[in-house]
């Protein structure tokens, strides 16, 4: 079944504690990305990857960092998470969003909670 | 800087009826443009996709249209049902790949 999975669903962290956030999709799609989602301000773009050993930033990169080494996986890592990430976090992939015809799939999200 | 407003933020219908939900995005130079789909604590389910060379697209009781030279798309569900409850988001494709989403407008299809 193609899919985006995302691990783990759920997450209550402390504030500073390191943490990742695993994407992992198996239609060999080209593009990643991840999101935020939080009341009132909609679905945000953290970072996003082209492909392998290429990312950029989307409009909220502040306190995250990811990396592609492989096509299928695009971890999300919080260095020293704070309370202001607190949200749902949402990956997505797609196999080239340059075309013009191509649907982004999503994974079910990941609730993380910083204390 | 790409703005997507989705007018209005929550809406209430009896079932059968037929309800149009509006999308406005600022900047016209768009590849393409999104519907999804998002039930209470799950993911994003996309509904259609319309190309910027595309006016509307159609699945089921379910037709976007597109407008760029306005900034608009919308969504137009006809006769409504329950199972229609839900977030509608809309999204669009732009410059150096990146997507900007709407903050969605809550559905509720009263029986």
């Known amino acids: 079944e193609a899919q985006v999975t995302q691990n783990p669903r759920y997450l209550i962290t402390v504030t500073g504690k390191k943490l990742t956030v695993t994407c992992s999709q198996n239609?060999?799609?080209?593009?990643m990305s991840w999101y935020r989602q939080d009341p009132g301000l909609g679905l945000r773009q953290i970072y996003y990857?082209?492909?392998?050993?290429?990312?950029d930033k989307g409009d909220v990169p502040e306190g995250y960092k990811v990396s592609r080494k492989e096509k299928r996986n695009f971890p999300l890592i919080l260095e020293s998470p704070s309370p202001n990430q607190t949200s749902l976090y949402f990956c997505?992939?797609?196999?080239?969003?340059?075309?013009?015809?191509?649907?982004?799939?999503f994974g079910p999200g990941t609730r993380l909670t910083v204390l | 800087k790409q703005e997507v407003t989705q007018i209005p933020a929550a809406l209430s219908v009896p079932e059968g009826e037929n309800l149009v939900l509006n999308c406005s995005f600022t900047?016209?130079?768009?590849?393409?443009l999104q519907w999804f789909r998002q039930d209470p604590g799950k993911g994003l389910t996309s509904l259609l996709l319309?190309?910027?060379?595309?006016r509307e697209q159609t699945s089921g009781r379910l037709n976007a249209s597109l407008d760029k030279s306005s900034g608009r798309s919308t969504l137009y569900i006809a006769a409504s049902q329950p199972g229609d409850s839900a977030t509608y988001l809309c999204?669009?494709?732009?410059?150096?790949?990146?997507?900007?989403f709407g903050t969605g407008t809550k559905l509720q299809v009263i029986p």
């Open positions: 999204a669009g494709l732009g410059g150096y790949q990146k997507v900007t």
């Open positions: 997505a992939s797609c196999r080239y969003p340059g075309l013009s015809t191509d649907t982004q799939y």
């Open positions: 990857s082209m492909n392998v050993e290429v990312t």
């Open positions: 239609m060999n799609h080209e593009y």
């Open positions: 900047d016209s130079a768009i590849y393409n």
């Open positions: 319309i190309q910027s060379s595309q």
